[in-house]
């Protein structure tokens, strides 16, 4: 299937750094169904054509990695209700949508931690989706999915010591290639929507020196043109990466 919804790009914004690698996260859900007057689940319902629509705005700017935060590992406190639709939802909107994104050269991954409180038939959706998609290189789309960026060091520590490596053997190089997703470069951009201005844990170690934009659009409103103008202030930004202006 095409891109269901091509809206032009503007010319000075491909005419500038298109970033490689940009996270979303997902964030408002809840605030866009409760000024609905709607139980908060419906606005994660709502979220799925945000990720839909944003997933081909990045396609066609050329953006090689999308990673958006669509469950992290605190958020097994919420409502055991809002847990299940979460599990639920994500298996579902893989059902739906994996072929779709298939057929336009999108690889599927995900980084989390796949333990026991997944449920199986989730598991088993994200491995279909994987393996359908592990061939397309078009662009990655990864979820983090039961993902935290402190349980990502923590996994890649985890492995270094199974590895045996020797305390003079480890360095960052050490550490990056042993994250859920070693071959995705760092993030150059990570947007955050609903007004918040935080991590949330999401990519610790990979934002180092990501740009970080920040929008009030919630979630469920957010569509390729907000990514669009997501990109034109990053390329508003100097990058430097510590050093001094060249
Ligand atoms: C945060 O909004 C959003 C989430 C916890 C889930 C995001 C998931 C999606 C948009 C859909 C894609 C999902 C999957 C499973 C593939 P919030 O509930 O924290 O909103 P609030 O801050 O307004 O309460």
């Known amino acids: ?16 750094h298109i970033p490689t690698h940009v996270g979303v996260v997902m964030d408002g859900n809840g605030r866009w169904a409760q000024r609905r007057g709607l139980p908060r689940t419906d606005g994660h319902g709502a979220g799925e054509e945000a990720l839909v629509d944003t997933t081909y705005g990045a396609l066609a700017m050329g953006i090689k990695a999308l990673t958006v935060y669509a ?9 055991v209700d809002e847990v299940r639709y979460l599990m639920n939802f994500n298996r579902s909107l893989l059902e739906r949508r994996q072929h779709e994104l298939h057929e336009v050269g999108i690889r599927i991954t995900f980084s989390g931690r796949r333990d026991w409180r997944v449920p199986r038939g989730v598991l088993r959706r ?14 990655t789309l990864n979820i983090a999915f039961n993902y935290g960026g402190r349980a990502e060091i923590v996994d890649a520590v985890k492995q270094l010591v199974a590895d045996g490596l020797s305390a ?5 190089r050490a550490i990056a290639e042993r994250l859920y997703h070693p071959e995705l470069p760092d993030p150059d951009l990570v947007v955050r929507t609903s007004g918040e201005y ?8 990979e934002n180092a020196y990501s740009e ?19 990109v034109g ?10 050093g001094l202006e060249t």
């Open 1 to 16: 299937m095409a891109d269901p919804r091509p809206v032009p790009i503007p010319a000075k914004l491909m005419a500038g």
């Open 71 to 79: 469950f992290s590992t605190e958020n097994w406190r919420r409502p």
């Open 126 to 139: 994200m491995e279909e989706a994987s393996a359908l998609t592990k061939d397309n290189t078009a662009m």
């Open 168 to 172: 003079n053997k480890v360095d960052e």
């Open 198 to 205: 935080r991590i949330s844990n999401f990519l610790m170690w």
């Open 212 to 230: 970080l934009v920040f929008t009030d659009v919630l979630w469920p409103d957010f569509r390729r043109e907000d990514l669009y103008e997501a």
């Open 233 to 242: 202030e990053y390329q508003q930004r100097e990058r430097r990466f510590g």
